[in-house]
């Protein structure tokens, strides 16, 4: 306990510390020139009252002021008065608008002198646009209130400034001193404050006359005015120069003595900064440390944020001497110390920042935008609504506010509350009902409209045909699966009961030379069968894990093709089949496997020998067709071609049902696996009896 207590007063300490630290710092830029100087009379604010009080001397005293001149109103000072008010109308219209918000929020009875001093204001309003006499008027009640608040201002600056300046040229006196002692007073022993001062005449206080008093600006023709302004010892305490100067010496002295307590402060900060380092662990910090780097971040820019303000107001009230700096100043300590400790976590785990990036809150709600974004249409309509709602809720607190506010918003909810609580009960209907049909996957979900609603049902329905689809896929998959077995079975079994059978005949001995060699030429047909049987199945399952090595070269297409039917020309002359080729006179090449693309020529060529209807014709073509190479097999089938093309691709799958030739019924699978390894394309076309093979191959 007595750890963590002083754990809690070392993090407090480093807390006020810094902020004394901070502030200091923040005056020092803030207020370091203007409380530099050594008193107050040396100041920019004090020589800016000496030179307004020039100002105001020349003006009223050494520029013969003529009175009948400065207020003479030409026409242009009349057009220069009235550009001040714009369009008359809109004058008007502006007060008419501003005092009828005062007559609402008055009883009756005191209406009538609104009601009069409005009337009055638009008539004068109008004569100025009207009258120019009237307007003469004004412009001249103006300029002598200017006259008389310059000497005003004058005689007020008299009383804190004593002052004595010659004309050289025309040596004429200007002093508020008394004629005997104007040579005498003016000495640095009985003046707290004196300075020599030239004017040269109303150029020199260009930045001090306002736009009004340019009229004074009078062209002085005699020259320059040299002397001396100063500020005399016997000026009382209570006088604002005199005031301003106490004020300034406390205040300097203050905000040094605190500039140095900030110093002095930041070495201790930085001296323990390692101690507060090692204070800043806990639930709590390990609960902060759980927190979205981005509301962590969210929370040091708040407390920073808080405890600059509060910095602020110190530094700005601190000169004045007010309690207000330091009841800031205390309620600064909280957030600085917050945003230290905050600092040094964050700082601690600079290294996972990028990570913790990942699962800011930012990052979250970008990503929940993305998603309600992802139809953009649906998006856009999901805010409408959302801000319609947001204005109609919000829309009922003006029914409270003025009666016609009743009508309007019953409008509002007429014409856009009614309309879209239908429309969202009607949406949720359609939802509820797409959700009901999807549960059972039961006919089509009906498509109502091109809202998302009706794109969801469009792609449940698609879904639920894919899934019919892929019910019907799998029945017939385990129907082919049964196929398979049997034939595989049947075809592997009718050479092998051959050959045990023919064995077990030539293990008697009572054969004649004849019948050993009929028997042994049997089991050689039977076990070359049997052996081809195997291989293609081992080639298949090859194809199949796609374990199957392909050796690109140039081949000629063409070439490859008369090379194959050459290897058949001895069956060829044997069957009855008339063969049409026709094939380019410029080879067709393409990077493939020769020995694999032969082997799918030698399929499709052998398979035409077996199944081809006696005395028919059989047409091979080679040809070039966008960049591939397509190769062309048909033939009549001496069999029913009722199965489905693709199921002709499935191994072991033969047009001769009734199996009396030697196929495996592996050809077809075999060739397609080819060419898809090479990265072509197989198609087989049925129509009738006729049967067409097509194989696109990639050129080079």
Known sequence: MATKWKSSFIMLIWSISLTIGLTGIYILFS?????????????PSFQEEVDQFAYFLYISNMNN?????????????????????????????????????????????KQNIIIAERDKKIEDMEKIFTSDDFVSEKIVGEREEMIEDLQRKLENASQEFHYFFTNPQTKEVYSNLPHESQETEMTSEKMQYITDYTIYGIEQFHHQVSDQERIFQINNQEGWYEGKIAVPKSLSASSPIMKAYSDYRQSQLIIWIFVVLSIISLIFCFRYTKELAGLTN?????????????????????????????????????????????????????????????????????????????????????????????????GTQLFLILGLV?????????????????????????????????????????????????ATLNGDIPVIGQSVLAALANNLNGLIESVKKSESEQIKSERLKTELITNVSHDLRTPLTSIITYTDLLKQGELSED??????????????????????????????????????????????????????????????????????????????????????????????????????????????????????????????????????????????????????????????????????????????????????????
């Open 31 to 43: 207020f370091g020139k203007e409380y530099i100087y050594w008193d107050y009379f040396k100041t």
């Open 390 to 438: 947001f204005v109609l809720g919000a829309g009922i607190i003006t029914i409270f506010i003025h009666p016609v506010a009743w009508g309007i918003y019953f409008v509002a909810a007429v014409v856009i509350g009614f309309p879209l609580v239908v429309m969202l009960v009607k949406k949720a209907g359609y939802f509820n009902r797409i959700l009901e049909e999807s």
């Open 65 to 109: 002021l003529d009175r009948e001149v400065v207020l003479t109103v030409t026409d242009e000072d009349i057009k220069e008065y009235r550009a001040r008010y714009g369009d008359i109308d809109e004058e008007v219209k502006n007060i008419k608008k501003e005092y009828n918000a005062r007559l609402n929020q008055l009883q009756h009875t």
């Open 515 to 700: 019948e050993r060699n009929a028997y042994l030429d049997i089991l050689d047909r039977k076990s070359k069968r049997l052996k081809v049987l195997i291989d293609d199945l081992f080639e298949v399952s090859k194809m199949a894990s796609g374990n199957v090595e392909l050796h690109l070269t140039k081949v000629d297409l063409v070439q490859l093709l008369q090379q194959a039917l050459g290897e058949y020309d001895d069956k060829i002359e044997e069957s009855n089949l008339q063969f049409r080729i026709t094939q380019p006179e410029t080879p067709i090449y393409a990077m493939v496997d020769g020995q694999k693309i032969w082997r799918v020529f030698e399929n499709l060529i052998g398979n035409i020998l077996k199944y081809s209807l006696e005395h028919s014709r059989v047409y091979i073509s080679v040809s070039k067709s966008d960049s591939k190479g397509v190769i062309i097999f048909k033939n009549v089938s001496k069999y029913e071609l009722n199965d489905n093309e693709a199921e002709l691709f499935e191994r072991f799958k033969r047009g001769d049902k009734s199996r009396h030739t030697d196929g495996a019924g592996l050809g077809l699978a075999i060739a397609k696996s080819i060419v898809e390894l090479h990265h072509g394309v197989l198609e087989i076309e049925t129509d009738g009896d006729l049967f067409k093979v097509i194989v696109k191959l990639k050129l080079e």
């Open 282 to 378: 806990g639930k709590a910090v390990f609960f902060y440390n759980k927190l979205p780097i981005d509301v962590r971040g969210g929370f040091f820019l708040f407390t920073a944020v808080c405890g600059g303000l509060f910095i602020v107001k110190c530094a700005n009230e601190l000169p004045t001497q007010g309690m207000g700096a330091w009841i800031a100043l205390t309620m600064a300590v909280i957030p600085v110390g917050l945003t230290a400790a905050q600092g040094i976590l964050l700082f601690r785990e600079r290294s996972g920042w990028k990570k913790a990036a990942q699962n800011s809150m930012l990052k979250r709600a970008v990503y929940i935008l993305q998603e309600a974004f992802l139809n953009r249409k649906t």
